[in-house]
């Protein structure tokens, strides 16, 4: 859940600081045999830098697309997907800081909570500034450039029907008339 910069009240920050603490510990947990990050491996205020790092870095990615409607001004704005992106990436920020105490990162860490966000050419956010794919939520700037994330399908055969194996008559368009027949 997004909430309120404690260092900046008109900063709202992407993500949550116990979804962060939560995906350390299972990291921790697999390469410690058991070990668990607490405030003196990882400082709350550690975590807090990291989702502030973090949602500034996807801001830098979102800003030119949705102008206007970026940075959000309520935590409640904030698309789920931005959420999980920006813990991701405060996760990767968190354990990179800590490897002293704990352990290098991984390459499947990094590939996983890093790279798979803003490695080019894609980088989930690479791909959003680029203006390729947009999210849902919000409204682009040139919003036919990008196509939606998540678009809707509408299924091929009736969903009440049990015993017609006809298209669905709203399918019929989609489908053009090769796949009709």
């Given at each position: 859940?997004?909430?309120?910069?404690?260092?900046?009240?008109?900063?709202?920050?992407?993500?949550?600081?116990?979804?962060?603490?939560?995906?350390?510990?299972?990291?921790?947990?697999?390469?410690?045999?058991?070990?668990?990050?607490?405030?003196r491996?990882?400082?709350?205020?550690?975590?807090?830098?990291?989702?502030?790092?973090?949602?500034?870095?996807?801001?830098?990615?979102?800003?030119?697309?949705?102008?206007?409607?970026?940075?959000?001004t309520?935590?409640?704005?904030?698309?789920?997907?931005?959420?999980?992106?920006?813990?991701?990436?405060?996760?990767?920020?968190?354990?990179?800081?800590?490897?002293?105490?704990?352990?290098?990162?991984?390459?499947?860490?990094?590939?996983?909570?890093?790279?798979?966000?803003?490695?080019?050419?894609?980088?989930?956010l690479?791909?959003?500034?680029?203006?390729?794919?947009?999210?849902?939520?919000?409204?682009?700037?040139?919003?036919?450039?990008?196509?939606?994330i998540?678009?809707?399908?509408?299924?091929?055969?009736?969903?009440?029907?049990?015993?017609?194996?006809?298209?669905?008559?709203?399918?019929?368009?989609?489908?053009?008339?090769?796949?009709?027949?």
């Amino acid at each position: 859940m997004s909430f309120q910069n404690p260092d900046d009240s008109s900063e709202i920050l992407y993500g949550s600081s116990g979804d962060v603490r939560n995906e350390l510990n299972a990291h921790l947990d697999v390469t410690t045999g058991g070990h668990y990050a607490d405030e003196r491996e990882a400082p709350g205020a550690l975590i807090i830098r990291s989702l502030r790092d973090s949602t500034r870095l996807i801001n830098g990615y979102l800003e030119p697309v949705y102008v206007g409607q970026i940075p959000f001004t309520a935590s409640g704005d904030v698309p789920k997907l931005l959420e999980k992106v920006s813990t991701d990436i405060a996760t990767f920020y968190v354990l990179r800081s800590i490897t002293a105490r704990v352990g290098p990162v991984s390459d499947t860490k990094r590939r996983d909570y890093y790279d798979e966000y803003i490695k080019p050419p894609d980088g989930l956010l690479v791909k959003i500034a680029e203006r390729k794919i947009q999210l849902p939520e919000l409204t682009a700037q040139y919003p036919e450039d990008a196509k939606k994330i998540n678009v809707p399908k509408a299924p091929i055969f009736g969903i009440d029907e049990t015993t017609s194996h006809e298209p669905h008559p709203d399918s019929i368009e989609e489908l053009g008339d090769d796949r009709a027949r």
